[in-house]
């Protein structure tokens, strides 16, 4: 199911009581051309799970060739790439070589191929389709989402359902 809303706005209030940030920022994402409901929960997810690191979102999906989400030094250097989907070999070594860490959010289907296909710099991340259906109740045109972190748990609501995410496969560093 594509996504209907042209923008998103996300009214975040996070915490973390381990590096003491306590923030309240509204947010506006748009959904790319052609998105579905389950991408956009998958990047969304993603961005709040490395909100500490100040991420970026790519302006649109480029099927690799840039990162779905990043995170960028002073001077623009790529400290993290990550992508929502698995790549060619090609393309995830082209990542590894631009950036200093790699990260795959990847499902579970996914996730066991790509351990068959391992660049220096990579790390990834599972993503259940339970816990990506739980995060797209909570999908709307004006989300009010509550997000509290106690390594390695991340808890996220909107009042009416509440997702927990394990990140510690996340916080680790790549090999």
């Not at 748009?30 to 970026?56: D, I, N, V």
């Amino acid at each position: 199911m594509q996504m209907a809303s042209k923008v998103v706005t996300v009214d975040l209030s996070y915490s973390c009581d381990a590096s003491h940030m306590y923030q309240q920022q509204r947010h506006y994402i748009s959904p790319w051309l052609g998105e579905t409901a389950g991408h956009f929960a998958k990047r969304l997810l993603t961005y709040l799970s490395l909100y500490e690191q100040q991420p970026h979102f790519a302006k649109d999906g480029s099927g690799g060739k840039s990162p779905d989400i990043y995170i960028e030094d002073p001077q623009h250097h790529l400290q993290l790439w990550c992508q929502l989907e698995l790549l060619p070999e090609k393309r995830l070594l082209r990542a590894s070589h631009l950036a200093d860490e790699l990260l795959l959010v990847l499902d579970e289907a996914e996730t066991d191929k790509a351990r068959h296909n391992v660049v220096a710099n990579q790390r990834i991340f599972t993503l259940s389709a339970e816990q990506l259906a739980a995060f797209s109740l909570m999908l709307k045109s004006h989300m009010k989402l509550s997000v509290w972190r106690e390594d390695p748990q991340l808890c996220i609501t909107d009042g009416e359902h509440l997702l927990q995410l394990n990140l510690a496969s996340l916080l680790e560093k790549p090999h």
